[in-house]
């Protein structure tokens, strides 16, 4: 009808075709010709039938055929490649889901994500820069540095895993970047906080990382969560010598206060301490004053 | 003649004859029009839509005061194709075919060979059941009851209301009220300033707020005229009926609901949880 023509010029003439046409009702409703397309039966006539699609006599025709991956003898392919561990225990692999610096520029230019207060995943989940699916063994998110040339954007932010020149392109800006572990509970109530407030359930310690992941956090040159934080100092001008650029003091920035806010080992949640319940429909957050499972909530 | 017989046109001329005698006519421009502007933002290339504002106090109240339509709502393209398949859809999905055939294995009986393979002379079989017999059992037939549920995305059935209110309103079977108050609750006053103003033949009237009487026990007993919750406004509804009726209050809810969805972010875990940063 009047969207199927390509003459008119747009909406308004389609609009002004419309109101010459007899009345839209349910008798007048088709498809766009071209969108239905019938499939062919087998059995029924010209195209779908004598033969059927099944070839002339033999195997082929009788339903005999031997098994896929059968060679008439010869040894198949699939028997003749020797077996190696390219897949083996890749459900058991962490995966990191890519964030380029162009898309954070990007975030933050369109405002998605707010450069005035520290950024998080649940931020950048927020402003759906990136999507995690903890249950696919996501453990977070890498810092990558396509659009390290362009970025220029000072801000706080904390990642799983971040590599050099990002760093790098993140501190030259006068922002401070810091990586830490979430195990796959805390990653998911760090993704969708919203479904875990409504469960009613106390906030979990984050959990330490595994010992394959140890070396990486207590690193200061991956700016670690669990490295000593007098470390990194040193680390920050050994980069900034290492990709020429003089490294900005951030202890003068207005926003000092914002960009040294850091989240405790065993914390979550900024502003959230494990063990808190927090109420969505009352707007309370209900705190433990057992002895036990504060000693616990804080160990 | 009038009282039984005659057409329509004259039993209703006569009818609004008599109204006309009793009261005054009315002013065709009232001295304060409602002018209603549009609420959300409309972006810069284009320009509201326009209709007039009637009400239902009076047979021919048909001018007191002029509403603007928001362009992303109510002039959309006119995308047909989407309507067929949103029609298609609220058809189909609630479909539950409760169609079952018995299969040979099903039919009651045909556990024994009927005679021998060899000797009697008639043609060979195994069951009285199979297909080939009469009373045996169906191949592919309909097998116990079939859904034919499938969810279109939330936006194809958002564009379709919009394109589905556009073609109302191009096609000049859009009309916009103040309210739903009537001077009468006869079902007679109705029918007679539907067809005074040439509405059609089937006229849906939507309302967000709850209904006065008088037009709930008028419509009540029409066939043709329906009064609906604007919960319930979809798009087979609105091609079956030819007329739309909408308040000023039913326009708003509208255009608020549906342009949400011109500007949301994809659902992260579902809507009706609650989100901090959209409604």
């Known amino acids: 009808m009047a969207a199927a023509s390509r003459g008119g010029g747009g909406g308004p003439k389609a609009l002004e075709l419309l109101r010459a046409l007899p009345r839209v009702s349910l008798v007048n409703l088709r498809p766009n010709p071209g969108a239905k397309k019938s499939e062919r039966r087998r059995g029924r006539g010209r195209h779908g039938g004598k033969k059927s699609g099944r070839g002339h006599k033999g195997q082929r025709q009788r339903g005999n055929r031997p098994r896929l991956g059968f060679e008439g003898g010869q040894t198949p392919f699939y028997l003749i490649i020797p077996k190696y561990g390219y897949n083996e225990g890749h459900s058991h692999r962490r995966q990191y889901h890519p964030l380029s610096l162009q898309k954070l520029q990007y975030l933050i230019d369109l405002g998605r994500v707010d450069p005035t207060q520290p950024i998080d995943l649940t931020q950048l989940t927020n402003a759906r820069g990136v999507t995690i699916q903890p249950l696919k063994r996501d453990y977070g998110v890498q810092l990558v540095e396509k659009g390290a040339d362009n970025f220029s954007a000072k801000v706080n932010i904390e990642v799983q895993m971040a590599s050099e020149l990002a760093i790098a392109a993140i501190e030259k800006n006068g922002g401070v970047i810091t990586t830490g572990f979430y195990d796959p509970r805390s990653l998911e109530i760090l993704c969708k906080p919203i479904p875990f407030f409504l469960r009613g359930q106390p906030i979990p310690k984050r959990m330490l990382p595994p010992e394959d992941l140890v070396r990486y956090y207590t690193d200061a040159k991956n700016r670690g969560y669990l490295a000593n934080p007098s470390n990194i100092p040193e680390a920050r001008l050994e980069l900034a010598k290492k990709y020429g650029y003089v490294l900005p003091d951030i202890s003068k920035d207005e926003l000092f206060q914002m960009l040294s806010t850091r989240k405790d080992p065993r914390q979550i949640f900024f502003g959230l301490a494990p063990g808190w319940v927090v109420n969505m429909s009352e707007k309370k957050i209900l705190k433990p004053t057992d002895e036990r499972l504060l000693r616990y909530y804080s160990s | ?279």
């Not at chain 2, 057409?7 to 009315?26: H, I, N, V, W, Y």
């Not at chain 2, 919960?231 to 708003?252: I, M, Q, W």
């Open chain 2, 1 to 279: 003649r009038l009282l039984r017989g005659g057409t329509l046109q004259e039993r209703a001329g006569s009818d609004l004859f008599c109204l006309c005698l009793l009261e005054k006519p009315p002013l065709v421009i009232s001295s304060a029009p409602v002018l209603r502007g549009c609420h959300l933002a409309i972006p810069s290339h284009r320009t509201a839509v326009q209709a007039w504002v009637e009400s239902l106090r009076h047979y021919d109240d048909r001018h007191v005061g002029l509403a603007d339509l928001h362009p992303d709502v109510f002039a959309v393209m006119p995308r047909v194709d989407i309507l067929h398949t949103v029609a298609v859809w609220q058809r189909n999905y609630k479909r539950i075919s409760y169609a079952k055939v018995k299969t040979r294995a099903e039919v009651r009986g045909g556990g024994k060979k009927p005679w021998a393979q060899k000797g009697s002379g008639r043609a060979r079989h195994g069951s009285i059941r199979s297909p080939l017999w009469r009373g045996g059992g169906i191949i592919h037939g309909p097998r116990g009851p079939t859904s034919y549920y499938y969810m279109l995305p939330m936006k194809v059935r958002v564009l379709g209301l919009k394109v589905a209110l556009t073609a109302k309103l191009m096609q000049d079977n859009l009309h916009v009220v103040d309210g739903l108050d009537m001077p009468t609750f006869d079902p007679q006053y109705l029918a007679d300033l539907a067809q005074y103003r040439r509405w059609g033949q089937s006229v849906l009237i939507v309302d967000v707020n709850k209904m006065p009487e008088n037009i709930t026990k008028a419509a009540a007993s029409l066939k043709t005229i329906t009064l609906v919750p604007a919960l319930g406004l979809n798009v087979y509804s609105l091609l079956k009926y030819e007329t739309l009726v909408l308040t000023l209050d039913t326009l708003a809810f509208l255009e608020e609901k549906l342009l949400w969805h011109d500007s949301r972010y994809t659902a992260l875990y579902p809507f009706h949880l609650p989100y901090s940063d959209f409604p």
